[in-house]
C-alpha cells in the first residue's frame, strides 16, 4: 500500500515514495519505471507526511515508532542519516505510556501469515496471562502501524 510519493528533483531523479508493508511504513525509491524499487530505510517505526521542495533533495516527513512520538525529521541523500527538527511531544516520552509490539501468527486453515499490534498496559509490557481486548478491523486503509498514535480533541 503506498501512502505518498515525491518526485526527486522534478522527476528526473525518480521518485521516492513511502509504502505500507505489514505494520510499518518505510520509504522507497526509484529511479525509472524499469528499474528495482529500492527500499531505503530499515527502521521498526513509520515515515508519514512526506515532503520536498522543487529543484530539491531534501526531504522532510514525521517519524514515529510504538514508544516514540510523532516529530518533523529530515533528511538530504543519506537515508539512514535523519534529523529531529522538533520536539513538540517530549511530554509523551516523560510519561509511563503503553508499549506495543508487532505480533506475527500463521493461521492454521490456509497457512495465511497474520500481523498484528499487540499493546501492553504501562509497566506490563511482555507479561503473561494480562487480560486482552481485541479489536478487529480490515484493509489496509486502515490497518493499525508502528507509530505512536494519539487523539486529540478529547
Same mark, same amino acid.
Given at each position: ?18 509504502? %505500507?508493508l505489514g505494520t510499518q511504513i518505510q520509504i522507497y525509491s %526509484?529511479?525509472?519505471?524499469?528499474? *528495482?524499487?529500492?527500499? =531505503? ?6 515515515? *508519514? ?9 531534501? /526531504?522532510?516527513?514525521?517519524?514515529? *515508532? +510504538? ?10 541523500? =543519506? +537515508?539512514?542519516?535523519? $534529523? ?7 511530554? /509523551?516520552? =516523560?510519561?509511563?505510556?503503553? $508499549? ?14 497474520? *500481523? ?7 509497566? %506490563? /509490557?511482555? %507479561? $503473561? ?18 507509530? /505512536?498514535?494519539?487523539l486529540t480533541g478529547w
Amino acid at each position: 500500500h503506498i501512502t505518498d510519493y515525491q518526485l526527486v528533483d522534478e522527476g528526473r531523479q525518480g521518485i521516492i515514495f513511502t509504502g %505500507q508493508l505489514g505494520t510499518q511504513i518505510q520509504i522507497y525509491s %526509484q529511479m525509472r519505471l524499469e528499474n *528495482e524499487v529500492i527500499k =531505503r530505510t530499515n527502521s521498526t517505526g513509520s515515515y *508519514e507526511m512526506m515532503s520536498t521542495a522543487n529543484n530539491s533533495t531534501i /526531504f522532510a516527513f514525521i517519524y514515529s *515508532e +510504538f514508544d516514540l512520538p510523532q516529530e518533523v525529521y529530515y533528511f538530504t541523500n =543519506r +537515508f539512514d542519516q535523519m $534529523k529531529m527538527i522538533t520536539n513538540e511531544n517530549d511530554l /509523551f516520552i =516523560r510519561r509511563n505510556l503503553p $508499549k506495543g509490539k508487532s505480533y506475527q501468527w500463521t493461521n492454521q486453515e490456509d497457512q495465511t501469515q497474520i *500481523e498484528g499490534i499487540l499493546l501492553y498496559p504501562p509497566n %506490563q /509490557f511482555e %507479561q $503473561k496471562n494480562l487480560p486482552l481486548l481485541t479489536l478487529i478491523h480490515g484493509d489496509p486503509h486502515t490497518a493499525d502501524i508502528n507509530s /505512536f498514535a494519539y487523539l486529540t480533541g478529547w
